[in-house]
């Protein structure tokens, strides 16, 4: 970190964290107490603001996350910085199943979000609709599956029936729920690196079964709070089948059959 990038911050006693594997991420100090910092190439700075909006979103919703405190550019670099906080508590995926459904129930507008945003890297659309089966193939299943074809993948169709009849509320979702996007303060879970928009919730209870999923604690604890309603087994594949396509366009073929998989249980 070059002295003319923390010079324009205002901070001092940068200590490089692990944060994810896209950004370079530190504990700073600036006006007297920590920060986390996020930073890379001036390319990134509509990703940041996009994730600050997401995080400020969140906790207005009920969601423990990091509160944003700026970002921009400084020194042609831009910058996220927010509330540092302290992921050394006791793991209680109870008290997150708690927290996530609590958030659930309240019901936002419509389906989509006032601004697009991303998915970890890949842009994510989030043009308002009142009808959660068109946002859901124009907005999410659409934009991935062309970016596939693009990228030389040949797939078949996602069924469109599996959302017929269904009609959830709009709730504020954190977008990318899985585990390494959750973790716990010595005052309860915290979630962060969201990509949020109002949906249907069964797309992030869906999300937590990916990638090594949560444990079942957390699901009786949701289900208790909020239960889910029937035929959500179906549905959760449509729902991770925009994680799986969106990791087959970032990261290649090695996804390739679980998108395949997926696909096969839709039908």
């Not at 107490?33 to 603001?49: E, G, I, R, Y």
């Not at 959302?163 to 979702?173: E, T």
């Amino acid at each position: 970190m070059n002295d003319d990038f923390k010079t324009e911050l205002g901070i001092a006693q940068p200590t490089s964290v692990t944060g994810g594997c896209i950004h370079e991420c530190y504990r700073v100090v600036a006006r007297g107490k920590p920060l986390f910092l996020k930073c890379n190439a001036a390319v990134f700075d509509d990703a940041f603001a996009a994730e600050a909006d997401g995080l400020a979103g969140l906790r207005g919703a009920g969601y423990r996350a990091p509160e944003p405190a700026s970002h921009g550019i400084a020194a042609r670099r831009a910058y996220l910085l927010m509330e540092f906080l302290d992921l050394k508590g006791a793991v209680d995926f109870p008290a997150l199943g708690r927290m996530l459904a609590q958030a659930h129930r309240k019901a936002g507008p419509r389906f989509g979000w006032h601004r697009d945003n991303y998915i970890g890297t890949t842009p994510q659309a989030n043009a308002w609709s009142e009808d959660w089966a068109v946002f859901w193939f124009e907005q999410r299943m659409q934009p991935q599956l062309a970016l596939a074809q693009k990228k030389g993948f040949s797939l078949s169709g996602v069924p469109r029936d599996v959302l017929n009849g269904h009609k959830p509320q709009a709730s504020l979702l954190h977008g990318d729920l899985w585990s390494g996007n959750v973790s716990f303060t010595p005052q309860g879970p915290v979630v962060f690196d969201p990509a949020v928009y109002y949906g249907d919730r069964e797309a992030d209870l869906a999300m937590t079964e990916l990638f090594g999923g949560f444990p079942p604690e957390f699901y009786d604890a949701y289900n208790r709070a909020f239960p889910l309603p029937a035929g959500y087994e179906k549905r959760k594949h449509l729902y991770n089948l925009y994680h799986l396509l969106n990791h087959l366009n970032l990261f290649g073929r090695s996804y390739l059959g679980q998108v395949e998989e997926t696909l096969g249980l839709l039908r």
